[in-house]
């Protein structure tokens, strides 16, 4: 391939709107454009890492024993109606109407589309277990589509969904899944950590997301230093201390004026005790009644286990009236003691802890000396706050969690029967009984891996692409004129390497040397092979990897055999 013949219309600035690194960089190495806000065109060199990523996904789902269909992008309101989606979804869902007056959406995901296809055509346990995918365009319409191919309102998906007779069957399913989903990140070439994750709006028993490592990430992972334990924040569990009661002398409580002092910060220093020992009282609204949630000063209360551990739908802190209504004070000046509503609930950190101090539900009043079971008495202790670098792994004895920085994706889900209940999806089992089928889902985000790929893999020049997800392997530089000696050169290598099938740019563009480099640094070919006078007479090439900082000479007789071992090594990574 020719570079002065190929469409990559590379940009100097930084586009303005463009937040992420890897929207930055991909807009300025000329793979995608804008065409609305989150709608991208796939530019030649773009559209080739997207179809690598997809490539080594296929290749592994096949692998798996997965068969690959496809669906509408179209999708008929019916069908979301029936599972209850339709209502529950909200405003991404775009939706549409026909000429019939019809409604129809544009598919986010496609559980009632491929749940409907196999209620109609399989019947027997004998036609199962059946797992099937697609790699295809998904819209969501959301409020602020932003970060380039992260998060995009079109996007190209890959899911897949099992079905199974039995748990067994349908823990067999997962398990092959996840599998697969570590082939085909060691695939691409990422660095990327499994964690433990929640299930979120799609429901379902138990999931895990697959996070490619980069600062950038949107998402926290906390792991353990020890043993395997990760998990996304929102979810990550607590070693809970040892339940044994308050071992001092109960002290009386004491109500103390606390002018203007609301937030732990200020409490704590007006009464000079620590944050760890106040109790911070907060009140939620769960599906529209208030709860009361009590973690110490020194933590925060994590929203989503509280909402898990309610089964709410949804959860939201308290407004200001209901504060006080629930407390008799205003914001700020809360406590346990004396409340009275269906759920106080206390996290695992107050457990065998006396003599705090809380908010006096009272204007300017804060109390010491509160204690547990004397002046208060939880309906339940829980998991409710968020876990902190440093403390103990809650899977093994002696780890410290530790926190570093992720994008999801890939996710993959146990669904149980959520839809095969509420749709039907049933088959015959060996003794003629009816029985619903257990399901699994399983995504990946195909622009989101190339563009997570380029969040983990760039530096100040451009982006720095693994090998398996380059757009080419390889870029030729000639330095000099183009009827000169290092053309001619150039132009032979580039022959030979594509016919030993290494995907290579040759650079004949009647540009400066700076300017080729600057082009191939900010493309990021893995590999840059320079023709120049001073090395030609030597006989050499000098061949550099985008990552490494210098470059070393390779004799002209042996630099095509040397790129095609790395190319191909680097392709042919082994897996478990
Ligand atoms: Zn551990």
């Known amino acids: 391939m020719r570079l002065s013949k190929m469409f990559a219309p590379t940009l100097k600035e930084v586009p303005s709107d463009a937040e992420a690194v890897s929207h930055q960089l991909m807009l300025r190495g000329g793979m995608i454009r804008k065409l609305a806000a989150g709608i991208y065109d796939y530019l030649p060199l773009g559209l080739r890492s997207i179809r690598k990523v997809e490539q080594i996904v296929r290749e592994e789902m096949n692998r798996a024993g997965a068969q690959e269909l496809l669906l509408p992008a179209v999708q008929p309101a019916e069908l979301w109606q029936e599972s209850g989606r339709w209502a529950l979804y909200g405003p991404e869902l775009q939706r549409l109407r026909d000429r019939h007056n019809r409604e129809?959406?544009?598919?986010?995901?496609?559980?009632?589309?491929?749940t409907d296809l196999v209620r109609r055509d399989v019947r027997s346990y004998r036609e199962l277990p059946l797992n099937l995918y697609q790699i295809q365009?998904?819209?969501?319409?959301?409020?602020r589509p932003r970060f380039g191919l992260m998060r995009a309102r079109e996007f190209t998906m890959k899911d897949a969904y099992s079905f199974d007779v039995d748990d067994a069957g349908a823990n067999a399913s997962y398990e092959a899944m996840r599998q697969a989903y570590h082939r085909i990140f060691t695939r691409c070439g990422l660095r990327f950590r499994e964690v433990e994750a929640d299930s979120g709006n799609i429901g379902g028993s138990f999931s895990a997301e697959f996070m490619v490592l980069a600062d950038t990430g949107e998402d926290a992972i906390v792991y353990c230093d020890s043993c395997g334990y990760a998990a996304n924040l929102e979810k990550a569990e607590i070693a809970s201390p040892p339940d044994a009661p308050f071992p001092g002398a109960l002290q009386p409580m004491k109500r103390v004026p606390t002018p203007n002092q609301r937030t732990i910060e200020e409490v704590s220093a007006f009464l000079q005790v620590q944050p760890r020992d106040l109790i911070k009282t907060l009140v939620f609204?769960?599906?529209?009644?208030?709860?009361?949630?009590?973690?110490?000063?020194?933590?925060?209360?994590?929203a989503i286990k509280l909402q898990r551990l309610l089964k709410a739908n949804v959860l939201e802190l308290a407004d200001?009236?209901?504060?006080?209504?629930?407390?008799?004070?205003?914001?700020?000046?809360?406590?346990?003691?004396?409340?009275?509503?269906?759920?106080?609930?206390?996290?695992?950190?107050?457990r065998g802890r006396g003599n705090l101090a809380a908010g006096g539900n009272e204007v300017d009043v804060h109390v010491t000396g509160v204690n547990l079971g004397r002046d208060f008495t939880p309906t339940q202790f829980a998991d409710l706050r968020q876990a902190e670098v440093g403390e103990l792994c809650p899977r093994c004895t002696g780890g410290k969690l530790l926190q570093q920085r992720g994008i999801e994706v890939g996710h993959v889900f146990k669904l149980g029967v959520k839809y095969s209940k509420t749709m039907r999806c049933t088959f015959l089992d060996e003794a003629g009984v009816e029985k619903e089928m257990i399901m699994g889902c399983y995504g990946i985000g195909i622009g989101r891996t190339a563009a997570a790929a380029v969040e983990q893999n760039h530096d100040d020049n451009g982006m720095i692409w693994p090998l398996p997800l380059a757009p080419y392997h390889a870029v030729i530089v000639p330095i000099g004129k183009t009827d000169g000696p290092e053309y001619q050169a150039a132009l032979k290598l580039h022959d030979e390497?594509?016919?030993?099938?290494?995907?290579?740019?040759?650079?004949?563009?009647?540009?400066?040397?700076?300017v080729k480099f600057k082009d191939a640094d900010l493309i990021g070919f893995p590999l840059r092979l320079t023709l120049g006078k001073k090395a030609l007479d030597q006989g050499a090439v000098e061949l550099k990897r985008r990552a490494a900082a210098e470059f070393e000479l390779v004799p002209l007789g042996e630099i095509v055999a040397k790129v095609d071992a790395i190319v191909h090594e680097a392709k042919n990574v082994t897996t478990c």
């Open 285 to 302: 609204v769960a599906d529209g009644r208030p709860v009361v949630a009590l973690v110490t000063g020194d933590h925060e209360v994590n």
């Open 497 to 514: 390497l594509e016919a030993r099938g290494v995907e290579v740019v040759l650079d004949d563009r009647d540009e400066r040397p700076g």
């Open 137 to 143: 365009t998904k819209f969501r319409d959301e409020v």
């Open 104 to 114: 129809f959406c544009l598919g986010p995901t496609h559980e009632e589309v491929i």
């Open 320 to 350: 200001p009236a209901t504060i006080e209504r629930v407390t008799g004070a205003p914001v700020g000046f809360a406590g346990p003691q004396g409340l009275k509503v269906e759920h106080l609930l206390a996290d695992y950190s107050l």
